[in-house]
């Protein structure tokens, strides 16, 4: 049997099973990771460790919804319209970002991977539009039934400088406490606030953040625990005090990274999420 005639076995079959996936990554440890998933009759799904651009606000995490019929069947129609089968695998080069597509059309299974700049970007544009679509819906929330569990940051300086960590979703969240490690943090392992001065021609008008003077002050018993829980809705002041920026104007951001996996008991009630990345905060002209 062709590929097109499983395909269409699958189109007018619904009982068969159909799925598939876009897997982006990029770093040696991967710093940077977004995954879309689509498979019949279960989910369709979104997760992210950390924006593509760095973007101020924007959240990381988890979100899902109940497969709709309407994408399976703009998937379906995509797919078969550009042939996803035939796509070659090409060369990545060290430290590339790369893209992986995975299929399968009932026991038909395939996948292929190349550079996030691939010379076929453009002929699987078509599939990638409807993955885009899914990940605008479940995340902006137009859509119903959408469970998540994001990672947000907020800077706020209507009363010193304070960093706040919050849960946007609808499950809890378990998250590496990065504050265990103050003092001796790395390039993965920090919670901050950085200021850059004004952009200017000779900086090629780029931000040049770094970070400022920071203390630990107690705040909340759970910030000593190596995995601390954010519950839905919940916004947790972070255990800092934070100097000023000794020169005028400029930018305020803030960021919180911690790649090591979350340790979650199993004795839960309710098992939370497990979060890791680098999440930013709106950035504040000052």
């Given at each position: 049997?062709?590929?097109?005639?499983?395909?269409?076995?699958?189109r007018c079959t619904p009982s068969l099973p159909f799925s598939l996936s876009r897997r982006s990554s990029c770093g040696t440890p991967i710093l940077w990771l977004e995954e879309i998933e689509y498979t019949r009759g279960r989910w369709q799904s979104y997760k992210t460790i950390r924006s593509l651009v760095d973007e101020g606000g924007a959240g990381i995490g988890v979100w899902r919804q109940r497969a709709?019929?309407?994408?399976?069947?703009?998937l379906l129609d995509a797919v078969s319209r550009i042939g996803i089968w035939r796509f070659p695998a090409e060369p990545i080069e060290p430290?590339?970002?790369?893209?992986?597509?995975?299929?399968?059309?009932?026991?038909?299974?395939?996948?292929?991977?190349?550079?996030?700049?691939?010379?076929?970007?453009?002929a699987i544009a078509p599939v990638e539009v409807i993955m885009r679509r899914l990940v605008y819906w479940m995340q902006s929330g137009a859509a119903e039934g959408i469970e998540s569990a994001s990672l947000h940051c907020e800077l706020v300086t209507s009363d010193g400088i304070q960093m706040y960590v919050e849960n946007h979703g609808t499950h809890l969240a378990a998250i590496s406490n990065p504050f265990l490690h103050f003092g001796s943090w790395d390039d993965t392992t920090y919670a901050r606030v950085e200021w850059a001065p004004p952009p200017t021609e000779s900086s090629g008008f780029e931000l040049a953040y770094q970070?400022?003077?920071m203390t630990l002050q107690p705040v909340e018993a759970r910030w000593s625990e190596p995995t601390f829980l954010l519950y839905p809705g919940e916004r947790l002041l972070a255990p800092i005090r934070c100097a000023p920026p000794t020169r005028l104007g400029g930018f305020l951001r803030a960021v919180f990274s911690n790649y090591a996996q979350p340790v979650v008991q199993k004795s839960q009630a309710t098992a939370p999420v497990a979060l890791r990345g680098r999440v930013f905060s709106a950035e504040i002209e000052l």
């Open positions: 049997m062709t590929p097109e005639d499983q395909l269409e076995l699958v709709t019929p309407e994408a399976e069947a703009e430290g590339e970002a790369e893209t992986t597509w995975s299929y399968n059309f009932a026991g038909f299974r395939g996948a292929f991977h190349g550079p996030e700049a691939s010379l076929v970007r453009e970070a400022l003077p």
